[in-house]
């Protein structure tokens, strides 16, 4: 498995593994794939990877920037993130992840917030932190993880683009 950043011919593939990956997800909206396509049209798109294995595109995360407290601080929304269903649970969605952030830390973001299940996400360090909140959506499932600096306090906002159409 080689991971790299999306390239435009890309776009379609990660539509289509974004809309199967999430189908039938009770947390889903159906709109991940669309979030995907609004954030690269908005030039929102901050990190882009896919997961390959020889020709096939096997996984794909995205990170976007959001504001805290109206800001932008260079913190950013992980999400959504897609294996193809026949390929999960193979380690995909975790190097996909790893690679990501790794590469954030390296560019300097401060941190990285998420949406999701935190039994999944705890093994990346994401966390809880009452002082680093968002409206839409359960406290439990907003979690937060500092890359460089100290952690903000304040509200979260994702990308406009994450706002269904
Ligand atoms: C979530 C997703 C990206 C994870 O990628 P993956 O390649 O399947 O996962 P990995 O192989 O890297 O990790 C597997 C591990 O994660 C666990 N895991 C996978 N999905 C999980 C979930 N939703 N909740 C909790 N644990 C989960 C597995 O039990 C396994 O644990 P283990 O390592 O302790 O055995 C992938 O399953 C997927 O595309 N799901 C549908 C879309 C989705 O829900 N996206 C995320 C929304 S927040």
């Given at each position: ?108 973001a401060g ?53 269904a159409a």
């Amino acid at each position: 498995m080689q991971l790299r950043p999306e390239r435009p011919d890309d776009a379609t593939t990660i539509h289509k593994l974004t809309d199967t990956a999430f189908r039938g997800m009770p947390y889903s909206d159906g709109d991940e794939a669309s979030v995907i396509d609004r954030l690269r049209f908005a030039g929102a798109l901050s990190l882009s990877l896919v997961a390959t294995h020889g020709d096939e595109i096997v996984g794909h995360v995205a990170f976007s920037p959001v504001s805290i407290d109206g800001v932008t601080a260079d913190w950013y929304g992980l999400g959504p993130v897609s294996v193809w269903p026949e390929r999960q649970r193979t380690g995909i969605g975790q190097a996909l992840i790893r690679e990501g952030l790794a590469r954030l830390r390296s560019m300097g973001a401060g941190g990285c917030v998420l949406l999701g299940d935190p039994a999944y996400y705890v093994r990346f360090g994401f966390e809880n932190d009452p002082d680093l909140r968002h409206a839409g959506g359960p406290a439990w499932a907003f979690q937060c993880l500092t890359l460089n600096g100290s952690r903000p306090k304040g509200e979260v906002e994702f990308h406009p683009a994450f706002d269904a159409a």
